[in-house]
């Protein structure tokens, strides 16, 4: 009897996935596990995060169910929790996703030396293309996005996995999954796929037009399903077509991806040290993650992550820039905030992100600075998103609402900083 034991970590799903569809080829029996990881998801995350993934571990294993099998969870450190598994059904073999952060890479090459079974690691699970599938001449990854995209454009795509037709589980010991209901993003394989099929029926070929418009909210809202893996990448890459632009914001991802796989530690690490001295100022970074920063587009969108732990894509350049470039306070305090609250808040896209921002990334343009008013009168000319998020403002008409210093609102903050000051400043330390 042939046993396989298919490690889930953030691949949530049943369909396309390389790793579930190898674990049961050819297998007798096969263990579904996740191992919930308290040094990951515990104190770290805020509640809607974890709500999160409780629920789309719920509907992974409401799928597994249904194939004839059953999700088994266990706690505690996940290399010791998945060889005991190994021992306890005798598996021949254990898969995984391969991943591209520090965390997950100690991860498998600690299975690695761990396991007595065959192990197996997938890196086509994840994103479109795999990290280091394409590179340029003389390099391990592309730091450049452009000549990176046009390789990934012309690289040939995988075939998409097979759904399996079922899972025998042995008999074994498992913990019960922890499921928690939530209004507004739900999460799992179930609501990602209908998501999909809805935004790719209905707005991906007018994406190209609306998706900075910050009132009209015109991107898919995937990410987060992307994140964990409860949808596939190159699924969503061939459902969208129809729009370029899109599946343009598809290969950022995957070449976020390739960078930290060969460069793990600009996780935590500037990758392209620019001599920067951030400032130390707590009442700064507090005004802005509570979204009091006195600047009505920059308070929006950090209310906005608190309210729903998500943040429109333009208003997470609006505010990224307003804390490095305008503030000038590092990027990781940032990115830390962010990790915290977003249900997207994956370590590569995260990170590299707020790198790209702050000018310590791959943007070949480092000293780029966003200017928030400008901004919120080109994407939310009538500033519709910022009294959707600030209340205190709902009663300002028109783009007045994004100047409230022209004439005080009872309850609003003034600005904690002067925007050309700022900007100043930066510009000044960098040189």
């Known amino acids: 009897m042939t046993t396989t034991v298919a490690v889930f970590t953030r691949d949530l799903r049943v369909h396309d996935n390389p790793m579930l569809a190898a674990a049961v080829l050819g297998a007798d029996a096969v ?30 294993d409401a799928s ?56 197996v690691v997938h890196d086509d699970v994840h994103t479109v293309v795999p990290p280091g599938a394409v590179t340029p001449s003389g390099s391990d990854h592309f730091s450049v996005f452009s000549p990176y995209h046009r390789r990934w454009a012309a690289t040939s795509w995988r075939a998409e996995a097979p759904k399996p037709r079922r899972v025998t589980l042995p008999a074994i010991r498992a913990a019960a999954v922890l499921s928690a209901k939530r209004n507004d993003f739900p999460g799992g394989e179930t ?71 060969a460069r793990p530690a600009a996780a935590h690490t500037d990758y392209r040290p620019r ?98 008013l400008r901004q919120a009168e080109r994407f939310d000319p009538d500033g519709e998103y910022v009294r959707r998020h600030v209340p205190e403002l709902s009663g300002v008409d028109g783009r007045h609402v994004h100047r409230p210093w022209e004439k005080p609102v009872t309850g609003y903050p003034s600005p904690i900083v002067d925007l050309a000051e700022g900007r100043a400043r930066f510009l000044a330390a960098r040189g």
């Not at 010791?80 to 254990?94: I, L, Y």
């Not at 190209?208 to 969503?236: F, I, M, Q, W």
């Not at 990224?320 to 305090?333: E, H, I, N, P, V």
């Open 191 to 261: 609501a990602a796929r209908h998501r999909v099929t809805e935004w790719v029926r209905s707005s991906a070929e007018s994406y190209a037009d609306n998706h900075d418009a910050l009132p009209k909210d015109g991107t898919s809202r995937l990410s987060p399903y992307l994140h964990l893996g409860c949808v596939s990448a190159l699924e969503v890459a061939r459902r969208a077509e129809k729009s370029a632009e899109f599946v343009r914001q598809l290969a950022w991802r995957d070449f976020h991806h390739q960078v930290l796989a």
């Open 31 to 60: 263990v579904p596990l996740f191992v919930r990881d308290s040094r990951i998801s515990g104190t770290d995350f805020a509640a809607g995060r974890r709500k999160f993934l409780n629920e789309s571990l719920t509907d992974l």
């Open 275 to 372: 001599g920067d001295r951030w400032l130390d100022d707590e009442d700064a970074l507090s005004a802005w993650q509570a979204g009091e920063t006195g600047i009505p587009i920059v308070d929006a969108g950090m209310r906005q992550l608190l309210a729903e732990g998500w943040m429109h894509n333009r208003a997470r350049l609006i505010v990224g820039s307003f804390l490095t470039k305008t503030l000038y306070l590092d990027w990781r305090a940032g990115a830390a905030h962010f990790f915290r609250h977003l249900l997207d808040g994956d370590v590569a896209n995260n990170c590299m992100n707020w790198q790209w921002v702050a000018g310590t990334g791959t943007d070949t343009r480092p000293n780029r600075v966003l200017n928030p």
């Open 64 to 119: 597994l169910r249904d194939l004839g099998g059953r999700l088994v969870v266990r706690d505690g450190d996940p290399v010791r929790e998945v060889c005991r598994v190994a021992r306890e059904v005798c598996a021949d073999r254990v898969h995984i996703a391969g991943d591209v952060s520090a965390f997950a890479m100690a991860r498998e090459e600690a299975l690695r030396s761990a396991l007595t079974c065959e192990f």
